[in-house]
């Protein structure tokens, strides 16, 4: 044989199996989508990709290698906001109002995916190891939101409590799923408490 033909039949055995690794991780991200990592099994990934266990098993050794190129792999598809850019948002207000709106519309998007992930990140291992990074994006954005804002005491922190509650997916949820607001109203709705915070705490002054 050949250099080049054993270059060639070396490359299509790479994309075959790169289109088989690819295969197993959109099976198990579409899983994962419909039951979550707690309900999704190796072998229900394998039969969902159509190939062997000892298949996936050669492209990912267990569950957090599989978790985490399917994590790698959801992400990529549904960029959360680049949360930076809000800081370039002067005045604290409207810097609440840009944030609440990019980040609402990613939960809306994502959220059948996040929904299983805050469910399962205490019940697998692996789920809550990778989720962190979720965790930290609210704790990073919450500084952002509160920069600024030139808050001392009771009125720092009533309103740094506000804001990390606006910025919570359990809270758009329970606004505009469970609620049926829309999310320029949740939004409406929680910057309206946040600027009372200040008021009310100077009302409650003697």
């Known amino acids: 044989m050949s250099n080049q033909k054993r270059t ?33 099994t190796m072998a229900a990934v394998a039969e969902h990709a159509g190939v062997r266990r000892s298949t996936l098993y050669r492209h990912f050794a267990d569950e957090e290698a599989l978790f985490e190129a399917c994590s790698a792999h959801w992400y990529a598809q549904h960029p959360p906001p680049q949360i930076g850019r809000w800081a370039e948002v ?3 207000a409207a810097r609440f109002v840009v944030a609440l709106t990019e980040l609402y519309a990613w939960y809306g998007g994502a959220s ?17 190891r990778r989720f962190r990074g979720f965790h930290e994006l609210v704790a990073a954005a919450r500084e952002i939101l509160m920069a600024g804002r030139r808050l001392r005491g009771a009125k720092r922190v009533q309103t740094a409590a506000l804001i990390d509650l606006s910025l919570r997916f359990e809270t758009w949820r329970t606004l505009c ?7 320029a109203e949740a939004i409406d709705l929680l910057a309206g408490l946040v600027s009372g915070v200040r008021s009310t705490v100077e009302a409650r002054t003697p």
Do not use: C
């Open 8 to 40: 060639y039949r070396m490359k299509q055995r790479a994309e075959a199996q790169e289109a088989t690794r690819l295969r197993i991780t959109e099976s198990a991200v579409e899983l994962h989508s419909q039951f979550g990592p707690s309900q999704t």
């Open 177 to 183: 799923r469970d609620g049926e607001l829309g999310d």
């Open 112 to 128: 059948p995916m996040l929904n299983l992930l805050i469910r399962d990140q205490t019940l697998v291992p692996s789920v809550g």
């Open 90 to 92: 002067a005045d604290p």
